[in-house]
T-cell receptor
Framework: AQKITQTQPGMFVQEKEAVTLDCTYD???????LFWYKQPSSGEMIFLIY??????QNATEGRYSLNFQKARKSANLVISASQLGDSAMYFC??????????????FGSGTQLTVLP | DSGVTQTPKHLITATGQRVTLRCSPR?????VYWYQQSLDQGLQFLIQ???????AKGNILERFSAQQFPDLHSELNLSSLELGDSALYFC?????????????FGPGTRLTVT
C-alpha cells in the first residue's frame, strides 16, 4: 500500500491566490513526522515545513502552513498569496519512528504547481 | 543553499562503468542519506549512515555501495552501470536521526548512463 498519496499530479493557481496541495498518509506508527519539500525546475529539493504527529498545532512557516488532520491522516500544504516563484514540484514525505533505526523519508509522487500571472 | 554539497553536478558515463558520487553534509550533521529520483520510480531512499555507521538500507541494488568517512563526508559507489541507473541522486543530511530532525538536501548529481 502507498504510504504517501498525492492525488493531484498538476495544479494551477492564479498569482496572489491561495492554493492547497493534498497529501494523505498511511501508517500504524503513533510517532511520525510529515514534511513538505519543493523541487523547482533546477532540481534541488528545498525543505518547506514539518509537522510532528504529536504536535497540537498546525505548523506554519511564512506563507506555508500545514493543515494537519490526524484522524483523516491528511497533511495538506497551504500556500498563501502565491507567487510566480512558487511554480515547482511539491513533495509530501513521511518519516516513521518505528522499530529499528530507519529514519528515511518516504515520498509521495508529487504535485506540479503552476502559478499563473 | 542548504549547506549540503554534492559533486559532481553532472556525470555522463557508459554502461558497465563504475562511478563515485560524493557528498559533504551540513556542518554538525551526523546523518547522511542517499536518495535516487527517476521518472519511473520517483524518489526512493537508498541508504543511511549515522556517524560513520550504516543505519538503514532501502531499495539499494547490490551493485551500489556507500560509506561515510571519519570527516562525515559520504560516497556512493555505483558499479556495472545500466541504462536504468540514469537518475538524479540526492544526498541529504540531518543533525540526528529521529524527528524533528528535518533532512536538508544537496543539489543532486545527475547521472546519465549511455
Amino acid at each position: 500500500a502507498q504510504k504517501i498519496t498525492q492525488t493531484q499530479p498538476g495544479m494551477f493557481v492564479q498569482e496572489k491566490e491561495a492554493v492547497t496541495l493534498d497529501c494523505t498518509y498511511d501508517t500504524s506508527d503513533p510517532s511520525y513526522g510529515l514534511f513538505w519539500y519543493k523541487q523547482p525546475s533546477s532540481g534541488e529539493m528545498i525543505f518547506l515545513i514539518y509537522q510532528g504527529s504529536y504536535d497540537q498545532q498546525n505548523a506554519t512557516e511564512g506563507r506555508y502552513s500545514l493543515n494537519f488532520q490526524k484522524a483523516r491522516k491528511s497533511a495538506n500544504l497551504v500556500i498563501s498569496a502565491s507567487q510566480l516563484g512558487d511554480s515547482a514540484m511539491y513533495f509530501c514525505a513521511m518519516r516513521e519512528a518505528g522499530s529499528g533505526s530507519a529514519r528515511q523519508l518516504t515520498f509521495g509522487s508529487g504535485t506540479q504547481l503552476t502559478v499563473l500571472p | 543553499d542548504s549547506g549540503v554539497t554534492q559533486t559532481p553536478k553532472h556525470l555522463i558515463t557508459a554502461t558497465g562503468q563504475r562511478v563515485t558520487l560524493r557528498c559533504s553534509p551540513r556542518s554538525g550533521d551526523l546523518s547522511v542519506y542517499w536518495y535516487q529520483q527517476s521518472l519511473d520510480q520517483g524518489l526512493q531512499f537508498l541508504i543511511q549512515y549515522y556517524n560513520g555507521e550504516e543505519r538503514a538500507k532501502g531499495n539499494i541494488l547490490e551493485r551500489f555501495s556507500a560509506q561515510q568517512f571519519p570527516d562525515l563526508h559520504s560516497e556512493l559507489n555505483l558499479s556495472s552501470l545500466e541504462l536504468g541507473d540514469s537518475a538524479l541522486y540526492f544526498c541529504a543530511s540531518s543533525r540526528g536521526q529521529g524527528s524533528p530532525y528535518e533532512q536538508y538536501f544537496g543539489p543532486g548529481t545527475r547521472l546519465t548512463v549511455t
